[in-house]
């Protein structure tokens, strides 16, 4: 069955520090992994996109790495903001249904002052 | 990227009603998607809205219960027939861009029902 898998399932950090956000799945066959930030009461907004043959992608103070054999994906956020304050959603794509997505549960990230 | 707009953007509405949501893209494209997020959980998908034919429904989810239009490339509805409690949720809409291989979503609307 396809699965995301994320964890911490929420994360509280003072603002400056650096977090890992970790993201397991059993997708097959893999065509994509996207991370993508919500902030709350908005839609979901992409923050990266790696395929198969990419193992790191950054966004700014965002960067995604995938290890394709493990079948693992992570994103750190560095130097945390307080707008960084929202859910964090790991999702991947099978390449024989590209459009369709499976979601992870995503991960709540409070950044405090 | 696509600029997505939904209407309204939340809503309380009284059991048994209905309550239709709009959808417009600013730039034409082939998929469009409607899906629902419970409070607290992920996002689902609810169906594929297809342009000129009949909407794609995932398991779970019925015509019936959520008529879904298209009738162009840039804007779809989605309607919540005879509400309950349990459809109180966020709806959101989405597109898939070919070019950048991703999905952007509309804000939502955040929709109660008593």
């Known amino acids: 069955k396809n699965q995301v898998e994320q964890s911490p399932q929420s994360l509280i950090i003072l603002e400056g520090k650096n977090c890992t956000l970790q993201c397991n799945y059993t997708v097959s066959p893999f065509s994509n992994l996207r991370w993508y930030k919500q902030d709350t009461g908005r839609g979901p907004v992409s923050l990266t996109i790696?395929?198969?043959?990419?193992n790191t992608k950054s966004n700014g103070r965002y960067t995604a790495t995938l290890d394709a054999d493990t079948k693992q994906s992570s994103l750190h956020i560095t130097a945390s903001q307080l707008s960084d304050s929202a859910s964090y959603i790991c999702v991947v794509s099978a390449r024989d249904s590209s459009y369709k997505l499976i979601f992870g549960s995503g991960t709540r990230l409070l950044v405090r002052p | 990227s696509a600029v997505i707009s939904q209407k309204p953007s939340r809503d309380i509405c009284q059991r048994g009603t209905s309550l239709t949501i709009q959808c417009q893209v600013d730039s034409q494209v082939t998929m469009m998607f409607w899906y629902r997020q419970q409070p607290g959980q992920s996002l689902t998908l609810i169906a594929t809205?297809?342009?000129?034919?009949?909407?794609?429904?995932e398991s779970g989810f019925v015509i019936d219960k959520f008529p879904i239009s298209r009738p162009n490339l840039t804007f779809s509805t989605l309607t919540v027939s005879n509400m309950s409690p349990e459809d109180s949720s966020i709806y959101l809409c989405?597109?898939?861009?070919?070019?950048?291989?991703?999905?952007?979503f509309g804000p939502g609307t955040r929709l109660t029902v008593l």
């Open positions: 989405s597109v898939e861009s070919r070019s950048s291989d991703t999905q952007y």
């Open positions: 809205a297809n342009q000129g034919s009949e909407a794609t429904y």
């Open positions: 790696m395929t198969f043959s990419e």
